[in-house]
DNA sequence: CTGAAAGCGCTTACAG
DNA sequence: CTGAAAGCGCTTACAG
């Protein structure tokens, strides 16, 4: 009974465990991982050991042997330097992310790459620091995407599927979206509808404005390309695009814009241009952001349930992980009706 | 000379680079870390093995054997379920953090943790996820504070040092912020300016009040009860804290509010009460956020710089983690004038 | 159901 | 300057 003067030895690894519970570091690591090959009985005599003891299981030394990280990364590149409006949608997404992974075992790493360096990848897989990635990237997406099949690496990416192999994606509905859009813009009376899009190569742009021409073309309107324009989902080439169309069709009633971020900065080149919101022109945006609630005019705008869409790309990357399996999941989207349109 | 057969096998260890270098490991892993010890010709060879092979170092087994992780963890509780603007200020900060450790050899976990639940510091620290911590959880912040305290855990928080223990701090200079504003306020003729708070209870909130007092002071104006009103930093008890000031003071010319997120809120709730910003009510928000510059109208504000406060959080931290300093940093705030003040 | 032993891939005294 | 060996703290065949 000389247990005194051990009284504060710390409890730091299963060989602390087992010593107190009389039992071997195997089966203080099978009961602490809730293996079947324990007894219920050992299992809660040592449970009770370490949680009285509040131990903690080293990490890096269950990833060394198991040859798994359990962590996920968040790809981004946030406009070097300072931060802008810009990269609101992206961290909206972080923060449905971050809730998403509540619970299921991983942690979530932070990546903040430089778009035109594809080193991340290899760097982050081959080192054990992450097991899959969650890519949010629109910048030179399709070299982050071939970097990634090409090392069998499992990852998510945000945004339809393209073509050629397969891998994880979460995307929203833009067909309808677009759709939805035109829509709420014809059935307020307005005629001439110009489109605002993110730079046409992305596959989302084209799905919504695929989605616009349906709707006009269901109500008997001819898409017209001078009422097109495109930027590249940041606030500046938004104003940009704005005021292009404003040139080219002084007479645009109407304007479906591609995303909440330039929708914002729409709406100040409207009014600098002494155009009314939604009076002489009116305004829909796309993403369902938070900003769109506090600019002037509240914007109205087609949703994307972002947590939604966190939830979907943790899930669907952890299967994938687990099973191999490559998903294609499709988000709801809504139309939310405020002011501007 | 039998290489071919083993042409295309990996290089995955220390033992494989070791091998084709004819070294042993442990002159690998002392060539790799730069170790004074390794002569430079043996280094170089080792090197180009390694590059050539894109070998990458395992993580977890260099943590294990280093008993450090390497990896800061970014401690916030993004308001559970749905984001929403009250996270923005936190948002932006994530971002400069993100940036600034960019070639420091760290990595950023992003931990969602209960604010009412401090068990995610153990959790972390002595299972060797995270050397470190970056503390921006308002709500019940001295749990938190005391809580890694006990554990003798390093850790950096945003917000002036409290009274007691000393742990590293960054902070705006808030008694100038303060200052500042209502300065700017009574230099355009306002003698009627209300402030409106954050909590009362935050030490940055009562340092921004004092500022204020100081500055009417000198301009001849008593402070007065009746013009102060406080809410919890959220868009919501923003709106609450204005239509209570509107209330009580239905005279008042001007308002310092005391974040950008509840003055986006604010300037709506003066907008529904009809009064015109800035000619019946001038209003200066606080932090500089990038919603200040597309909300209507544009919000003069006092700036923080948080690229920079984002900077010394990382390199404040990291420090504390090398050395054991503890150190107090106060980032300068400037004025920025836009339209709402 | 339990334990002794090998192994995960590094780092670093220690010996030369 | 270099190497053999021990050690970091887990997990998991393998043997009982």
């Known amino acids: 009974m000389k247990e005194s003067g051990t009284t504060q030895r710390q409890v730091k690894t299963i060989s ?6 009389g ?10 991982s809730d293996s079947p090959l324990i007894s219920r009985e050992t299992k809660e005599r040592v449970r009770a050991i370490a949680e009285k003891h509040r131990f903690q299981l080293n990490v890096p ?3 060394l042997s198991l040859k798994r990280s359990n962590t996920l990364a968040f790809v981004m590149h946030a406009s070097c330097g300072t931060f802008s409006l810009d990269d609101y949608f992206v961290l909206e997404l972080v923060s449905g992310i971050s809730s998403a992974l509540h619970g299921r075992g991983y942690d979530l790493l932070l990546l ?6 594809d080193s991340w990848a290899e760097q982050h897989l081959e080192s054990g620091k992450a097991d899959g990635f969650i890519l949010m990237t629109s910048t030179r997406k399709r070299l982050h995407i071939s970097t990634l099949l090409g090392l069998g690496a499992p990852f998510v990416a945000w945004g339809p599927p393209g073509p050629g ?14 759709r939805l859009a035109a829509q709420r813009l014809i059935g307020i ?4 509808i110009a489109f605002l899009g993110g730079a046409e190569a992305e596959a989302e742009v084209r799905l919504r404005r695929e989605g616009y021409h349906e709707a006009l073309q269901e109500a008997g309107f001819a898409p017209d390309p001078s009422l097109e324009a495109y930027g590249d989902f940041s606030t500046a080439s938004g104003a940009r695009a704005m005021r ?3 040139e080219a069709r002084p ?5 479906f814009v591609c995303s909440d971020v330039m929708a914002v900065s729409s709406l100040r080149v409207l009014a600098e241009a002494g155009r009314r919101v939604p009076e002489d022109v009116a305004v829909v945006g796309y993403d369902g952001l938070s900003i769109g609630l506090h600019c002037w005019p509240p914007l109205t705008t087609i949703s994307q349930n972002l947590p939604l869409v966190g939830k979907l790309l943790v899930e669907n990357l952890i299967q994938r992980i687990d099973t191999g399996a490559v998903s294609h999941a499709v988000v709801p989207v809504s139309l939310v009706v405020r002011n501007s349109g």
Chains 1, 2 share one sequence.
């Open 16 to 21: 602390d465990v087992a010593r107190l519970a």
């Open 23 to 32: 039992v071997s570091k195997s089966t203080v690591s099978r009961a602490l």
């Open 61 to 63: 030394a269950r990833r």
């Open 112 to 117: 903040n790459v430089d778009p035109s360096d």
């Open 165 to 178: 192999p397969e891998y994880c994606t979460v995307a929203g509905n833009d067909r309808l979206g677009g």
């Open 189 to 192: 009376g307005r005629r001439r």
């Open 244 to 246: 292009a169309l404003l």
């Open 251 to 255: 007479d645009l009633d109407a304007v």
